[in-house]
């Protein structure tokens, strides 16, 4: 029998940072991944706000030496305008930059460190069993192919993404919601991208209040490009026996933008169709065990929160994880949900007001104020805990009344 003092269920980047701060504190750590590494994942554009989970476990000076496209903000485009955020205008003290990433390279680095940092990973694995009624140790049993082993943890980490490893296995109530958005994605290799201008730069190009085009560029020459908004602009993708390659390249017809440089192009691969992506666990912990990441919530793309919150959560539960190692009461449902819930709220706020084109309305008005931009850059940047801006504080309110103000700016210049 194998013992362990954590065991986490993925090597994505909330299982990397949580198992890493726990290996660094001396605990044996034991991750079990279902897949072989390198491994296709989506989620390529980063937040800054991450970057400092990844200084403060020591995984950062890997990451560096891979050399990713530096993301020092964000171009948003809307028909022909522009509306450019750069992360060194934040309201908020903390990084100013991070990356975007091919996530197969980006997890890949996470993961070798993670190892070298003396966590053991076991690919290609994944649990047969888990059982919680032994008050001292969980029970649990890997399964790799035919082969199985017994183990015990003290306590257990749930950072499996879309797999929801313990939603299954204890039956945790997942709610997906009634979105009905959905998103189609692929890579291209950006052979001509030198005849553009600013070629490198990560933009989202609303096509249409409820639908948008991400183009991401990676520094190893590939290009990420999807398109997200309501499925009613996704019929031909959602038919059977449909050509998912032709309509990917008729969704090309909306862009102002993009539609010379990607439209018709050869494509990596056949594009991924995405739906019921926004879903969340009823519980976030139990006894001995916690949710991080994908686990817990996600919302949408938008705002390419997703690893962000995965790697606020791993690094959050580690810490507690730890604290209750050494004998502490911890109050989960305070030091852990009602933490995250506050940042998944404000990002909600934003997902919400996104698609009823409100922020969209902020964005492109010509007058934005220069301290409001700063503070709303800041929420884009993922830090959505910092309750002196205002932006995060009045979050459910400050949108909809910026955007009736530019309304009502807009009617009285009209009316001059
Ligand atoms: P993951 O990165 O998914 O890692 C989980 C790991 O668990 C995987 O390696 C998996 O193999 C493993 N696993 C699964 N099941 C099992 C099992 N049974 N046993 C063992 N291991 C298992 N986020 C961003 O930050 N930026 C973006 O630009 C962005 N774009 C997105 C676009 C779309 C269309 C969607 C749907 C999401 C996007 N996201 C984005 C969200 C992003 O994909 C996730 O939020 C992020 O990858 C979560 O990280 P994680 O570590 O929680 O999970």
Known sequence: MKHVDV????????????????ANLGYSVMIVEKQEFPRYVIGESLLPKSMEHFEKTGLLPALEEQHFEIKAGALFIKDGKEFRISFDDNFTPGWTWTWQVPRKQFDKTLADETQKKGVEIRYKSTLAS???????????????????QDC?????????????????????????????NMAVYTKLKDDTRDQYATPMQISFEILETDLWLWVIPFHNGNTSLGFVGNRKYFSDFLEEGADVTASFNRM??????????????????????????SRSSEKFFGDRYV????????????????????????YVAAQLVDRQLKGE???????????????????????????????QKIFFHVNI????KKQLTSVLAGY?????????????????????????????????
């Open 7 to 22: 065991l986490v269920i993925g090597a994505g980047p909330s299982g990397t940072v949580a198992a890493t701060y726990l």
């Open 152 to 180: 015990t943890a003290k306590f257990v980490i749930d950072s499996s993404g879309y797999g929801g490893v313990l939603t299954k296995m204890l039956d945790i109530p997942l709610h997906v919601s009634p979105t009905s």
């Open 130 to 148: 888990i059982d919680f009624s032994d008050p001292e140790l969980v029970k649990f049993r890997t399964q790799l192919l035919d082969s199985y």
């Open 369 to 372: 104020n220069p301290l409001m």
């Open 291 to 314: 949710l991080t990441g994908n686990t817990t919530e996600f919302l949408d793309p938008v705002f390419s929160s997703g690893v962000a919150f995965a790697t606020e959560s791993g």
């Open 252 to 277: 090309f017809d909306r862009s102002v933008k993009f539609k010379e440089r990607f439209q018709g192009r050869e494509l990596l691969f056949e594009p991924k169709v995405h739906t019921d992506y």
């Open 384 to 416: 959505v805990w910092d309750n002196n801006n205002p932006f995060v504080k009045k979050h459910d309110s400050i949108i909809r009344t910026l955007a009736e103000v530019v309304d009502i700016e807009k009617m009285a210049k009209a009316k001059a």
């Open 329 to 359: 009461q911890i109050d989960w449902q305070k030091e852990y949900v009602d933490h995250l819930e506050y940042g998944i709220n404000v990002f909600r706020t934003y997902v919400k007001e996104w698609y009823t084109g409100n922020l």
